[in-house]
């Protein structure tokens, strides 16, 4: 449901476990102003966290980037509240 959004800028970040991979989708809103080398830059300390055992904070700092993109290219107005347009839920399928 990552496309599902009013502005079309939801984000997933997939971790494929078994196969070591990990991938981050974004909807076109925010790919069009988010550079290759951002997403690479973010990728790139989300595995070397990964890679020194450091889940939890890897991810966290990850969607922490993710945020700040968000906030950065979809500002809220003075006094308007963020929806939260997705389900914040861990999928485990």
Known sequence: RVW???H???V???LLLAERAIEIVADRGLSRRV???EWTT???AMKEDFRAGRFEQGLAQAVDAVDTLLA?????APGEANPN?????VDLR
Request: aromatic share 8%; proline share 8%; hydrophobic share 35%.
């Open 8 to 10: 079309n800028n939801g």
């Open 4 to 6: 599902d959004t009013e």
């Open 12 to 14: 997933l970040i997939y």
């Open 72 to 76: 950065q290219h979809f500002p809220l």
């Open 42 to 44: 973010l990728l790139a």
């Open 35 to 37: 550079t290759q080398a």
């Open 85 to 89: 347009e997705l389900p914040d839920r």
